[in-house]
């Protein structure tokens, strides 16, 4: 018998990846290997990291572009 | 060695003064209200250990209980729990490990050991078959984990035993000094590694031939490929099986919910090296402990240094914390080297991060000055100082000598405004996340039976933002709850329902000896009661249905209360530091941005989790309470006369 859960998330090279985006919770397909994305809905540019073919995860953000870095220095 | 039963409750009182054991067995109805492991560690506690008795004077029990379903056939079965007077807080002292100890400790003929006294000189144990041997330990003492391992594994020249060691931490008594159950496997929290070291015990090598007959072996094997496949199959195992725990940081890093500079700032940026996707050019592979197919994990080596000869595993989540964002340090050389420090002189990698933060905060704020430090520049991102300060705690010099006291001790030796700055609870120091945002996170560390604990009640997936429809087939079982839940993580309502169910159930996996990873920790698809009624039934033969394992759970959970409760625990104890409530975080993600949390709303969340317990508005059981849950009689003078 085989769980709901592992049904829906058993590999599958031939689904599309799809990640979430960690400021609004958008969903959003990025290109096949990348390791930058933009988030469609907020903007915010992404590092991705792919755990295998079908399944991307997003790594942290592009610092240059995440709001408010401007006076950081630590 | 003949077979036993997988419910009986094998006990051995080792004497280390006198170095004798005898055998008990405990009670059968002991197993169906107090399950084994953490639990029943608790009601053992209650029994051996003398009310307010020195947490490192002989009278101080140290006790080590398998969990009912450690060794069986049910996955990641690997956790054995560790029980004292904890002499970091006064409370309870209580921690957990996997590895291969817990297992072997069955199959040696024991579920628990309760080991009393202080013996004349340093000595290891060895038990197996049913017996407790004592051997001389004096040219052990002052070797560190990884030699005393090494020195154990060639005088025994038996691969397959297990070894439970301290290091120099543990021998000097290092108030947050861990237990090592390899080169990493640790109990951790709560300084069981100092209780062991006032015992003037080195070791205890463990190795059993014996067998757990398994109830119904067809259907638990049947059972158990299920459960395999619900939680290897998850997309938050397929992430640790690659980059292991680690994996947190990325996200909690990106939000701002990560400690930074002790307290100061809420994220490291720029800190690509602390990613876990970092370790890959030093992971050889991953390693997993008895029984479980998620391998989290990474087996690591470096190339040069005083570590270059030996393995290391990890870094879990709390090292990139502890050696990285706490300290302001970005490199994960560094997390790996003190890693590979702390494993081997035998330090609570979280305890010990956050001392250094605070003292790296206080050194920042004139309070400590390179007088008190050893001449030690204890400036944020200083590798080589945090390194050197681990050893110095260790070994007690300088500073360290201060610092290993723990947080409140060292605060109060220092003076002046320290404990402004220190971020713990009941005395014990958090793990390096930064709980301002998140309501519920923080409930549960103000509230952990052992001190700011993640461990002991985090509702993970409150992070999530999960359907609410999801969440509600989560926390409504087993006991049909109807109140409030909400799936916003920076709401204060309906949180103290998640913090409850978590506790609960954690102490149930905790009681069973299953690994966190394989429930509703980082996924709301893990197995939970419902899961874990088949499990036990199938391995022990015990009918316990999931609303029984609840109110066991809950009954366990009471109990830990009542044994702090006798310690002096008041309702200002589940409380958290001023910092929390007035300065808000600078950084991060809007949503993690400029928040604090409201004293008004935090101290309504902290009374209806009292509620939902049967506790008063004190946080005391009620008499409905304790009678429910069988536990009348057991507050105040649990056990005047110190055991049997």
Known sequence: ?74 | MSQVSVTSQRLAVIDLERRTFRVEQLDPQLTSRFLGGRGLAARLLMQYAPRGCDPLGPENPLIISAGLLTGTMASASARVNFAARSPLTGLLGSSNMGGGFGPELRWAGFEHLVIRGRASEPLWLYVRDGKVEFFPAARLWGQGVYQTRRSLYAEIADPRAQVLCIGPAGENQVRFACIMGGIKSAAGRTGMGAVMGSKNLKAIVCRGRGDLPIARPEKALEYNRRVIGQVVSSKVSRVMQRWGTAFIFDVTNTTGLVRTRNFQYNQLPRSEDLECEAMEPYSQSMAACFGCQVHCRHRYRLASGPYRDFWGQGPEYSSLGAFGTEVGCRSMRTVLECNHLVNDLGLDTIETGSMIAWAMELYEKGILTRADTGGLELGWGNDRAVAEMIRQIAYRRHLGDILARGPLPAAEAIGKDSRRYLIQVKGMSSLHSDERPTPSLALNIAVASRGADHLRGRPAIDLYNLPLDLLEKVYRRPDGYDGPLVNDWTSYRGKARMVMWQEILYMLVDSLGICKFHTVFFSPNHPAFEEFSQLVEYNTGLELSARQLWTAGWRCCVLERIYNLDHGLARDDDWLPDRFFDEPTPLGLPVARGKCLDREKFAAMVSEYYRLYGLDRDGRPSPELLNRLGLSGQLAGHAAGGGQ
Do not use: T, Y
């Open chain 1, 1 to 74: 018998m085989m769980a709901a859960a592992e049904k829906k998330n058993r590999p599958d090279p031939g689904r599309q990846v799809r990640v979430r985006c960690l400021a609004c919770f958008a969903r959003f397909v990025p290109s096949p290997a990348s390791d930058r994305a933009r988030c469609p809905a907020c903007g915010l540019w992404w590092r991705l990291a792919w755990v295998g073919e079908d399944f991307a995860k997003i790594r942290g953000p592009v610092w240059e572009s995440f709001p408010g870095m401007e006076d950081v220095d630590i």
